[in-house]
């Protein structure tokens, strides 16, 4: 077919993992184009940390481990390059130094992103909220830290109240962690967000968390973050906040995998400080999410481009 | 109320965790004195190991990974420092050259905040035996290892020689690993001990190995100690002698969450060895567990309190 | 008894672990011979790997961790030591240099073993075909990478074409990992071999598939293979191609230790890389694998002789 | 004399150095205050870095490392805690979500200490400016980088701007390291900094580079300040941008040592980052600058002192 | 000038060194072409090594830690970028499983650029031989090891065989070590190479060194090699097989700038071995002697240039 | 000759440095017998230490690596195992829980090597007194630490007290380091050492203290004891208490070198703690380090056997 995605990863039957350029996936290096039907992008920044800074390394670590992503997925059989044009855009601009005027060129990139693929998400995105389904020890939901309103345990709140999410569209899984304060997860509470703590995930099992996700962000858009750091630090201990008793890969991986079928327009893995782990695993686990992230992105896409939607 | 406790950690909202000297949970280094509720004392020693040595370095790096903790238990809602003056006393004294001269240094540190914290452990503990809920690997009631009677393959036979514990109120949890022969743990099967290997662990579930903490210690005075190896060496590949095969964190917090009631009298982590694991992994999770054994014990504290027995 | 074996590991009770010349679980270094019953046997070779090497020096760091190792076997009782001459007979000879010479080697080093040891495998292995219990994630059956037939990728394709496997009799447990495409276990399925991926693990439940064990294997000569990437990198991150989501090591133990009674004739842990975990974590848990295995493979040893096949 | 020094750090003969919670060089850890001759302070602050973060954590790491300085310089047999009074008085507050306002707050903190410990900077330092002994791989007098003119690549062209550093009274030693463009130390040389760079320090030999030292600086007020990446990589892993070819922690330690006699007011270790190096070795050299550096201080306070000026 | 290479690297004071897809220098990823002066290439090949692996990885870690390299030689104000159009042309192709093939296949690559690039070197190298200034502990000219005869140990034996090399135009500095017998490197003292062992190296003095370098290549074509192990392990831990009492950094920097004004037509550094040091030191010296080597290699290419020889 | 050695190490041209089993320097593992000339021996203890632990591990990591080490030096031209029958006879019985007791064992099982090798130390040692050549950052000469008389900082006075030690023929060499007091140095002076600061080696220079080695030791019989803390901690990180600023591999090892002539009796390297160095860098050091002083003690024994003397 003249509509077969004509951008392919490299082959790791035939070009050994270890050799070229790291791109996320092996994908290529490209521009931001029309002919992209996803682009991964790297978002070197990790001003607004309070403790331990480090994950504006990540992307990098990111695409070496990535080296060790294959190309089909061995449970729900995505193979998402066939689905789509994906390649690899590189890193939003940020300046280290600045992190108001990173975040507004990191917006302005993701902007560019999004008009030039045209993956019609105004069409999708009705009144402007997605849905959010959200992997994290932590709530960051809070309204501030350290007098400060923008930084990594805000980052929710500052979206309901900018209208970027329906609260009530969004879940949170795998909270936990010793608390500031009783009123860590109010916000996310009174707006209505679908919390799963860890005691919860467990008293309900993971097939439940399913269901309740699906129930939760529905049939409309909807964007996948995954924190690092909800994946216990047995998995990921190259992060600047780990909680003990977190998700596992595996159940990360299986929930992941059951998104198939919603309308996923995109998502993140954050918070890989490399410094911390130089031995990659958090790194190469991050790779993994996001193929796993990739597969029911690019089979939402290639559904939307089906429809007619493109 | 003027029985609020005055002291108070720094508040990671507002003082960075990476700054200020590092102190157990970022509570106030303090002296032993009468206005202390709960003592947090590091025992640097490891002379009694006869693999790998190294915990001697423990409470430094525990105190340093300590610093994410942060105020409020997010299961069972217990905030320690509202409930109790809760302060760092430094370390007990200790001599690496001297095994049997550093216990007797040791006991009288000890003996020393007992004395002068007075939560009347003496009317507590009546013909001075206490319960203990240990989590381990190994049972650590050898008679002797190397020739030797006191080291850390030993310590539960001599207490319940010296009267210190009663084995009918004593717990081990999370045994494992391979035997030195088929005795290693006869002597507390012996005299009683509830044994729950890891075998037993998964047969039973982790809910009935709660009951059966809960049935075993009674409510009598109660000691917990977790070496930290109980753990599998996933979360704590920081300890001399390793075992595959063990305790998560998550269950391990559930378990310490769970004996909010019991009359905790204090408790210990101990056998994390800071050269062993770098990245401060094993130590952060020993810090998690020292919250939740503070979490128990300053509940505890503070019921014996309100009920006038201070 | 004069049949009592003499050949004695070093007792950690008695010598500290930490002192001696490292051999595979303190076991005394030996010529092959036949006094011995079971030989310990390095193979420091990682020529057919396609992405990172390093578990030449595997060997080495697993001699050096199998210091941790005791005698007896905590969940079946088994004690290796008492049922069977068990010694370190050292490497097989390879060539870092020369893929097909090495294989040449170890093949005629091991055909003397098998010469001199005469533990009747001859007996045993009626048309040459031996069951396989085999722990991956991957399923090693490939036809072939980067353009190579004799790799990491390939081997029980190779070992079933030449007949020394019986595919039928043959189970692949942990299976998992993104794929080359859709056909990366298709060998396996086509010639009857049963596959075992991570997500049927999950549905069956580990008890399921200790009986699909013996439902394939039999009672036939079977041999058990541990590719150490079987395990979640969370254990095992000393390996080449780690993929997330994988076995436990409880759950590994269990199934070990689960094969008390079949007809187990040998067994390798391979893919242990010391250079990608320094600090020994993947090697302690492949010693503790090594003795699992040992301890079936000495019941089954122990067996025969009684049975009067030796 | 009862103008004997009375705070003493512990002493390693006597107390483990593994023991207590870790002040820089065991000192005590102490409030601001008139009885103080030196304050030790840490500040743990990298939000000026334009590559690697982490040195936030510094002053922690080298708090801990400074356990292994004892009490006697071996070179000039200098006792800094018999002649002056020193303690840890903590960390100077930051936010590491705000460059200037940490700033400023750092400001706030050191004219605190200032004006308690009234060692009278304002007689020493005349017109406001002092010299400067700057140990780096960098000029650090760039006037902006990533658009910004207060990072870590700028503060000596700020602080010569502000007037607070006499240009012509400071000297930069072990300049090195490839060169964004031509004119990278050109500010410096126009203001007339002496610039010794790695080719300039072995062209002149270490012994006219001290003879240069004093030259430049003479007797007025001088401060030092030592980047840890003057040193060669191979002593300071654990920094956000290391140079080859830089200094030995031999040839520092004798530079420093040799500054006895100058009217030194104070100085620091800056830029270590224990992400990069969990050893601990960066942090290790790093105290024992600091120890250098505090000797040769103790000695000018000390003078000052007995000169009556206090 | 419309001379004026248009490739230009990444400006680290523009663009923060954390971003972007990791190229070697941050120079264009681009494909061979006449457009290119000098080609950066990564060769990820380690089938040849007789001990320790990893080498194959040298080229993703050393792209990775010259992110720190910036644009301006230091000492000799040289700036490869405004005199050469320079790229990173990716790696050659290479197969872990077949040693001569990809000995075969990246001479093809090579011969490519040569071919495509027409720095002519053909007249550059009239009877095809060119000198070689060599930095190494080993003299690498053994006739074979484990009975091998293309290997680590033996390429400059047998590219003086194949006429490759002009012996008496070699020089061979830094040998050292301890050596399998009397005559390791009698082959080069027999063929007349110069032969400066570490011992030659202290007793001579860099500065004479240098001059038998300018002495022994003259004004032929010249290659310059650079085993990352000629630098003592302080300074590359990260390789297979360290020897100590090496050259150091600042040595080696010294005299890679000296050879300005020397025929250079390209150089190489081996033998990083990321997995044996995960810090990046040993890549980071790597990316700095490739830097050295690039500025002499670029401004002799400009001098051939600007001769009319292109 | 029917005198040639026949024990021989592997040789690493022949046998892959990674495979067999790991002794020192590859020399065969054997029993302690009058076949052998000179015993290679692991002492696995550091009971004596009073900051970090871990050199009990040493003899094991240094064993690995001295994988590396070949058979002839390249700056003397000894050949060491042509010399003389070379093994490895295992380690000295040790308890990690007793320190006296070890002691004990240990110089038994000295007194057992010295007894059955017989090269007559008796005759050698007249009044039973030798001379030493210590490299060590200590000069270990204090007389208590922490109450303690027998630990590692005190064994010298220790022995000139027993009378085993010449203090007229002993010299320290590369003495630095904060120190406890001003006396830490007192004891060797006043028993007439021959002290060696780092100060004193600067300004002497190696090639006079080569020749105050020769001046101080004469030609009675003299032993040689490295503490690898004499190192600078760039090329020692791996010991409990680094003191920067000490002596470099190279010209250790051309100390070593230029004792060739001298009657050496044996040799020790020490303080090797392989936790706090996983990359093995300072057990290479050390590895490299006894081959220097195996080669100047088999040229001895070699003389004193060819004397007749034996």
Do not use: W
Request: with cysteine; net charge negative.
């Amino acid at each position: 077919m003249n509509d077969a995605p004509h951008l392919k990863p490299l082959d790791s039957a035939c070009v050994p993992r270890f050799s070229a350029i790291a791109t996320f996936m092996r994908t290529p290096a490209v521009e931001i184009s029309s002919a992209l039907d996803i682009a991964l992008v790297g978002v070197p920044f990790d001003l607004g940390t309070t403790f331990r800074a480090g994950s504006r390394q990540g992307p990098a670590q990111i695409r070496e481990m990535s080296r060790l992503i294959r190309q089909v997925n061995p449970t729900n059989g995505l193979a998402p390059f066939r689905l789509c044009n994906v390649g690899d855009v590189g890193d939003a601009p940020v300046n280290p130094l600045d992190l108001m005027g990173s975040i507004a060129s990191i917006t302005a990139f993701f902007e560019r992103i999004r008009a030039v693929l045209h993956d019609a998400l105004e069409d999708r995105v009705g009144d402007g909220m997605v849905g959010v389904i959200h992997f994290d020890a932590h709530g960051d939901t809070l309204d501030e830290l350290l007098g400060n309103k923008v930084n990594h345990g805000t980052p929710f709140r500052r979206a309901v109240e900018e209208g970027l999410i329906d609260p009530k569209r969004m879940i949170q899984i795998g909270l936990r962690g010793t608390r500031y304060g009783d009123d860590d997860l109010r916000y996310g509470q009174d707006t209505g967000m679908c919390i799963v703590t860890m005691d919860d995930y467990e008293a309900m099992g993971r097939a439940k968390v399913i269901e309740q996700i699906r129930k939760t962000v529905g049939d409309g858009a909807t964007y996948i973050t995954f924190d690092i750091d909800g994946l216990d630090p047995v998995y990921a201990i190259g992060t600047g906040v780990p909680e003990p008793g977190g998700l596992s890969m595996r159940d990360s991986q299986v929930m992941l995998r059951s998104l198939v079928g919603l309308d996923i327009i995109g998502g993140d893995v954050c918070e890989v400080s490399p410094p911390l782990d130089p031995s990659g695993h958090t790194a190469l686990n991050a790779a993994n999410l996001m193929f796993e992230m990739l597969c029911v992105t690019a089979d939402a896409v290639a559904r939307r481009k089906r429809a007619g939607r493109r």
